[in-house]
């Protein structure tokens, strides 16, 4: 799939739906996750306002502010025709009067992300009467196109980097922050444009979290989600790293996960729905005697893994009540990542593409439970 | 000015009671509470998230490294830290506020009942602060704690009003992030002399201001002679001349940010927006009228006209966010307050050549202590 088809396909969905007009509205606050609209129409991570029109008929386009965003926008969404505005409502108001189009034609995405008084004053600008269109999006971007997938994998590799920075910078005594800011400078230079960088340190973690000013200790696991992101993708690789020589305890552990990750690989094809995957690495951590370790709350929430990308998390969580339907060219991290009595919490994990007949993991190189020299 | 920010945030944002200790927040909070009557408010709800907590931060120290969280800050009394998740992650984030109250965030309207429940005898009187980047389920959430009286009042102006005038541990941390900011803005202009390809040398100047303890950098650069600025999105291998960039650095809770134009060659544009941003600053002073600025420096800047980026612009105040106000232009009717920090800036451009460059002021009675320049 190109963007191109995805773009027809939502054209499709939109004359289903009586939309004549979709719009795709963000603000340029990103947190991890969340979604967006414009970014999924028209692969522009803006810094402010902006909003993507696609036209039933063909034409489609984008209003940026402010307008010196307008050149970075028209590189990212060479699809698009691209103007720079210094209020995106305002520009929007005369554009939807020279249309002299009825509100209950418009479909209207990404208003749940905005802050509350701007959602209003779009929702007012077409009387309450726009239809919600987020879904016609996020089903349309569940699947990657091949440019997402290459940008997934390159990705991927600048994870792989990271993590074999890390085996070379942690040790006990340094900062935690200290680390995560060095990792990060690091992918970045790489050509990551961003990170969710999770990582923290402990004798007996109950969770990964970010960073704080701890400074690592002898015997201390270190956990880290090394999430970076390449031209729109982000991926995401788990790793535990121990402060020393791992124990008999430690190894005996974090093998149950090992297992626990290969069993939902191989679990992972299309055309099965994600619960199973999350059920086949369950069968394996359940079956060690872990079964209530996987669950909150010991977990935040009960999955084994999320989906990947930038602003849209299909094909959701690898979680036991996820019915979504695996297709190729889906994207998602396998982590089964939990809390153990034993050892406190450890991480595992890739990122997986579902592939014509089977999947694959992105990283050329899985997990194993990392040892630092003390 | 409008730039990139991260997911996550992983500098060093942990509460060091040597830089602010817990009495500064202790006066903060006493000091936002004597501009609020008691009828109207008897407790705050304040929200905060990794883009937008300068309310959160200022009362709190408090700044959610992921997505957002809350507080609740009474008028006497313990403050609470509500934050979304697990439990399980409490023990990194105790250690980013003066005050070790959390509890977990699940529904904002369910958190405040319960917060009144606690503490009998508080009249359920709440004033909101930073509420309006909440989102709309969020923020209905929490509107459903005050079902008999509606909205209850956004106090956020109060708090602003508060946070202009810098106390003096905020000047210790603003004056050492303008020397991070000068020392990176120096590696950067270093680079950009020996030919670094121009996100290699934003990447130099970053990594300066970290290893000298900034929490946060957000660079912009251009590739286009300064016509436009952009965030790193890529690695780019090539040079540029002349490199237009924007530093935005995070020093111990407050923003610096500077405009800076390196190139070695002449530069007709810049030679002349630097001499109108002199004589900006020569004028800067408490009681200075925005227009009267904005005149002066159109006058300097002529024959250029103004750079489109910064059009009337001439500034802002900043602190715990990049543009706090009052935002300084040629139609505004602001004044320059005592006591106060603004970035200052000048631009122009004759359609080939362009620069912008800024000071970082702290403004007195008599003029302007100047934090930081360009020039």
Redesign the interface.
């Known amino acids: 799939m190109n963007f191109q088809q995805r773009f027809e396909a939502i054209r499709l969905d939109m004359s289903r739906e009586g939309i004549d007009l979709l719009l795709g509205f963000h603000d ?5 996750g969340s979604f967006n609209a414009l970014m999924m129409l028209s692969g522009f ?1 803006s ?2 306002n902006a909003v993507a029109i696609v036209d039933g008929n063909g034409s489609s386009g984008m209003l940026v502010a ?4 307008a ?2 926008a028209a590189e990212c969404a060479p699809h698009l025709k691209v103007t720079g505005v210094e209020d995106t409502l305002e520009a929007l108001k005369d554009e939807i009067a020279r249309r002299r189009m009825p509100p209950s034609r418009i479909g209207v995405a990404g ?7 701007q ?2 004053r779009i929702s007012a600008l077409f009387e309450d009467k726009a239809k919600s269109a987020d879904q016609i999006i996020v089903r349309h971007a569940a699947a990657k196109t091949e440019e997402e997938v290459a940008n997934a994998r390159h990705a991927t590799l600048i994870a792989e980097k990271g993590y074999a920075r890390m085996l070379e910078l942690a040790r006990p005594g340094v ?1 935690e ?2 680390l ?3 990792l ?2 690091y992918m ?4 990551a ?8 340190a ?1 004798p007996h973690n ?2 990964v ?6 400074k690592m200790e002898p015997g201390d696991l270190l956990l880290t989600e090394l999430s970076p ?3 729109g993708q982000m991926t995401q690789i788990c790793r535990t790293i121990v402060m020393g020589r791992a124990s008999a305890a430690q190894k005996r552990c974090y093998q149950i996960l090992i297992d626990g990750y290969e069993n939902g690989e191989k679990a992972a094809r299309p055309g099965v729905p994600m619960s199973t995957v999350c059920d086949a690495v369950d069968a394996v951590i359940d079956g060690a005697g872990y079964a209530e370790y996987g669950r ?3 977990l ?1 929430l009960r999955r084994r893994g999320h989906g990947l990308g930038f602003g849209c998390d299909l094909p959701g969580d690898v979680g036991p009540d996820n019915d979504i339907v695996l297709e190729p060219g889906m994207v998602f991290a396998l982590h089964p990542n939990q ?1 153990l009595p034993e050892t406190g ?1 450890l991480m595992c994990g890739e990122p997986l593409l579902i592939t014509a007949s089977g999947s694959e993991a992105l990283s050329r190189t899985k997990a194993v439970l990392g040892e630092v020299a003390t | 000015m409008l730039n990139m920010h991260s997911l996550l945030l992983v500098g060093p944002y942990d509460w060091d009671p040597e830089l602010m200790p817990r009495t500064e927040f202790d006066e903060r909070i006493r000091a936002f509470w004597a501009r609020i009557p008691e009828e109207v408010g008897s407790f705050a709800v304040i929200y905060g998230d990794s883009r937008y907590h300068a309310e959160l931060a200022y009362l709190t120290h408090f700044v959610p490294k992921v997505r957002s969280a809350m507080a609740i800050v009474p008028r006497t009394g313990e403050p609470l830290l509500l934050l979304p998740g697990s439990r399980n992650s409490f023990s990194s984030a105790q250690r980013l506020s003066c005050f070790k109250n959390l509890d977990l965030l699940t529904d904002p309207a369910r958190a405040v009942d319960q917060w009144v429940r606690d503490h009998p005898g508080t009249p359920k009187r709440a004033v909101l602060l930073g509420t309006a980047a909440m989102r709309p389920q969020q923020y209905q959430q929490l509107l459903g704690a005050f079902p008999d009286n509606a909205a209850p009042l956004e106090a956020s102006h109060t708090l602003h009003s508060l946070m202009r005038v810098k106390r003096p541990r905020e000047l210790a941390a603003i004056r050492r992030g303008c020397e991070i900011l000068s020392a990176a803005a120096g590696v950067l202009a270093e680079a950009q002399r020996s030919g670094a390809q121009v996100t290699a040398a934003v990447l130099e100047a970053e990594r300066a201001a970290n290893a000298m303890g900034a929490q946060d950098v957000r660079s912009l650069f251009s590739l286009d002679g300064g016509a436009s600025l952009r965030p790193f999105s890529t690695l780019i291998e090539r040079a540029v001349e002349p490199l237009q960039a924007s530093m935005a650095i995070l020093y111990a809770g407050y923003w610096v940010e500077g405009l800076m134009l390196c190139s070695a060659r002449p530069h007709a544009v810049r030679d002349r927006v630097a001499e109108a941003l002199r004589l900006m600053l020569a004028q800067a002073k408490a009681g200075a009228k925005a227009g009267d600025l904005a005149d002066t420096v159109a006058a300097a800047i002529r024959p250029y006209k103004p750079h489109p980026m910064l059009g009337a612009c001439l500034g802002n105040g900043i602190g715990m966010a990049i543009e706090e106000a009052p935002r300084l232009d040629a139609k505004s009717d602001a004044v320059l307050e005592g006591g106060a920090v603004y970035t200052l800036c000048a631009g122009g451009t004759d359609g080939r050549q362009h620069a912008m460059v800024s000071a970082m002021v702290l403004i007195g009675d008599s003029g302007a202590e100047v934090l930081w320049s360009a020039e």
């Open positions: 340029g606050t990103h947190f991890g991570r810094m402010g402010p307008a010196w965003e050149g970075r208003l749940s992300v905005l802050p509350w008084e959602a209003k900062r922050d200290d995560a800011v060095e990060r400078w970045k230079s790489l050509g444009e961003d990170n969710f960088l999770m990582l923290n402990g109950k969770a979290q970010p960073c704080s000013s701890r992101i390449y031209k909150p709350p010991y935040r809390y919490y």
